[in-house]
């Protein structure tokens, strides 16, 4: 037991001495990355470029639903017309066929609107996820340049160190 206790005592010692030389050497630092990111001038900068873009995509969207509401009202308009008895048969078929077009028509509107609606979703998504890998990589690396400056070893990010959402 004594000689277990002289070989574990001095290795213990040994150990306890060097790990505190090298947390001596050790410097932490700590950033708030939410903070930096949502107070950087390029972010704002990107996120009005976005709202810009998100606008023009509504207007587009309003346009075409208006050639929709249009397109939908001309349908019912013809609908009418072939039901109208006063005129002949071969008028109504006509009209009908005609009526029968302009729902394909509609339909093939309808389907374009929802396509445009999705891409548009998709493409919002796509420019904001580049915003955000773009701006983080700059503040990284100004945080890492100043980091190195400071002689810290170690930088941690508050924000998840305290919560769950972050950047």
Do not use: H, W
């Amino acid at each position: 037991m004594k000689n277990i206790l002289r070989m574990t005592l001095p290795a213990f010692l040994l150990m306890a001495f060097l790990s505190g030389s090298a947390l001596a050497q050790t410097k932490i630092a700590t950033v708030d990355l939410k903070k930096l990111f949502d107070n950087y001038y390029k972010t704002k900068l990107a996120q009005a470029a976005i709202q810009e873009r998100a606008t023009q995509f509504d207007q587009d969207e309003k346009g075409m639903k208006g050639d929709l509401k249009k397109s939908s009202d001309d349908y019912q308009q013809l609908l009418q017309q072939a039901d109208d008895q006063a005129l002949a048969a071969a008028e109504r078929d006509r009209r009908k066929q005609s009526a029968a077009d302009k729902l394909k028509e509609l339909q093939t509107s309808k389907a374009a609107m929802d396509q445009f609606d999705r891409q548009a979703q998709v493409t919002l998504g796509e420019q904001r996820q580049r915003m955000r890998e773009n701006i983080l990589t700059e503040i990284k690396a100004v945080v890492t340049t100043k980091a190195k400056a400071g002689g810290y070893t170690l930088v941690f990010d508050t924000c998840l160190l305290y919560t769950s959402r972050c950047v």
